[in-house]
């Protein structure tokens, strides 16, 4: 069954749909083969069909009091990415809006079903804090993150305010075996002006993923001004048109 990541994403999602109790669990061992952890890490809420992957640096410091079972769904969006935020960034709640205009402009042969259904999250750390320069990336788990990309190969996978780790603490650790990226040299810089400075999106390809990485995290200044955020957003969509037909 692991040849379910070769399929493109509606099949995905059929498939993962169909699979019986003992697939699910082949699947899910794949997987988890190389993670540091016996199960899947908390703060990374996952479909097994996701071709949209989020990257952050942890889960954050938002405490609504939630739990939930971080297992990978099959099938249906996880629960955990309508996690109630409850600081200013509002996380959650833009990635939902941004994963829905990606996937709805971009995959038209996925109109009929819910976008929510192939957007993941997963993050180089565990530790709830909410200040990226202030975690301590795991060398194991950003070594098992980047192996599971290379494993399912996403159409995209966006980088969440991680400019300064991928550059100096994840720069060979959070990388592909072969053919490794560099992440201080993008195949493409796409700028625009913000309150008199120059922002970049970043872009990077390897395969059939294109790799983002946003000109700041989704909750700080430029991607709440909407101007910014819909510029950023159009482009993602234009590239990844340019990319998958």
């Keep these: 069954m692991n040849d379910i990541w070769n399929y493109p994403p509606k099949r995905r999602f059929e498939i993962?749909?169909?699979?019986?109790?003992?697939?699910?669990?082949?699947?899910?061992?794949?997987?988890?083969?190389?993670?540091?952890?016996?199960?899947?890490?908390?703060?990374?809420?996952?479909?097994?069909?996701?071709?949209?992957?989020?990257?952050?640096?942890?889960?954050?410091?938002?405490?609504?009091?939630?739990?939930?079972?971080?297992?990978?769904?099959?099938?249906k969006p996880h629960p955990g990415i309508f996690y109630k935020d409850t600081n200013s960034y509002?996380?959650?709640?833009?990635?939902?809006?941004?994963?829905?205009?990606?996937?709805?402009?971009?995959?038209?042969?996925?109109?009929?079903?819910?976008?929510?259904?192939?957007i993941g999250q997963l993050n180089l750390s565990t530790q709830n804090e909410a200040e990226a320069i202030k975690v301590v990336v795991k060398t194991e788990m950003a070594k098992w993150v980047a192996q599971t990309i290379e494993t399912i190969k996403p159409s995209c996978v966006i980088l969440n305010g991680l400019k300064g780790i991928l550059e100096n603490s994840c720069y060979k650790t959070f990388n592909y075996q072969k053919n490794p990226i560099d992440w201080k040299r993008p195949h493409k810089?796409?700028?625009?002006?913000?309150?008199?400075?120059?922002?970049?999106?970043?872009?990077?390809?390897?395969?059939?993923?294109?790799?983002?990485?946003?000109?700041?995290?989704?909750?700080?200044?430029v991607m709440k001004d909407q101007k910014s955020k819909k510029f950023v957003i159009d482009t993602i969509i234009s590239e990844l048109k340019l990319n998958i037909y």
Excluded: V
């Excluded at 959650?92 to 829905?100: F, Q």
């Excluded at 309150?195 to 200044?221: A, D, E």
């Design 16 to 75: 993962a749909k169909s699979l019986n109790a003992n697939n699910k669990a082949k699947l899910l061992n794949t997987l988890l083969r190389n993670c540091p952890q016996k199960d899947w890490p908390y703060g990374m809420p996952f479909p097994i069909s996701a071709i949209l992957i989020f990257i952050g640096a942890s889960p954050g410091n938002s405490s609504s009091g939630e739990s939930f079972d971080y297992t990978p769904t099959f099938g």
């Design 90 to 118: 509002s996380y959650w709640k833009n990635i939902r809006a941004i994963s829905e205009e990606i996937i709805k402009n971009t995959f038209y042969d996925l109109s009929n079903l819910d976008p929510l259904n192939f």
């Design 189 to 221: 810089i796409k700028s625009f002006e913000y309150i008199k400075t120059t922002q970049k999106i970043r872009f990077w390809y390897r395969g059939g993923t294109t790799f983002i990485l946003l000109p700041n995290h989704t909750g700080k200044p």
